[in-house]
Each structure stands twice: as C-alpha cells, then as structure tokens.
C-alpha cells in the first residue's frame, strides 16, 4: 500500500514537470528580449519597435496587454517624430489603464507641445 502511494506520488510530479506554464496574467510577448537586445545595440530600435507594434494590435478581448506598452510605443513613436502616433498609443494606456491618465494627460500634451516628455521622477 505504502509503496503504491509513493509511485502515484512520483507519478503525480513527473506529470506536473510537463505540464504547460501559466502564460501570465497580461500578454508581454517578446517584449523583454527585444528590449534587452535594443538597450545593448541602439541599431536594433526597428525589431524592438516591431515587437511593441506587434503587441499593440492583440486581440483585448483575448489577452490584456501589459501595463506601460502602448505607452513605451507611443515614446518610440514620439522619438520618431511621429507625434498623431504618439499620441493615439497614449490614449491606448490611458483607456487600458485609467491609473495612469494623469501621467499620460501629461505626455500628450508635451508631445503635441513638441516639448520634451515628462520625467517620471
């Protein structure tokens, strides 16, 4: 008996091991790495910004995109003089998440003003 439930109990884990992780709450994508790769060679600011715009177009009713992308488009955008751009993906993070309409109020109005975007500190 004793050794039946010690081999269910192996069983139990070894099965658990294959088991598909969570995929999370919101949807990053390849987000991380692409930033990574882009923080360590500035030429790669095309495949990172491809990667935010891949994110941006998600399906929400599907998956959430996570907190602070469409804004981080919407600053690569805004470094690319693409201020209409820029600021529809701030609208974006300000309607997917209404805790940050104070900041992103601001990063609108600095980029129609063509002043520089707010700190955040």
Known sequence: MK????????MVAALAGCAQPPT?????????????????????LAQYQEELERLAVTDPKTQKIAPGVFAELGYVRLAKG?????VAMFEREKTAWPESTVFMDKAITAARNGTAAPKTS
């Open 24 to 44: 999370g709450k919101y949807m990053w994508g390849n987000y991380a790495l692409t930033l990574y790769d882009y923080q360590q060679d500035a030429t790669k």
């Open 3 to 10: 050794n039946r439930m010690i081999l269910a109990a192996a």
């Open 82 to 86: 693409d201020v209409p751009g820029a």
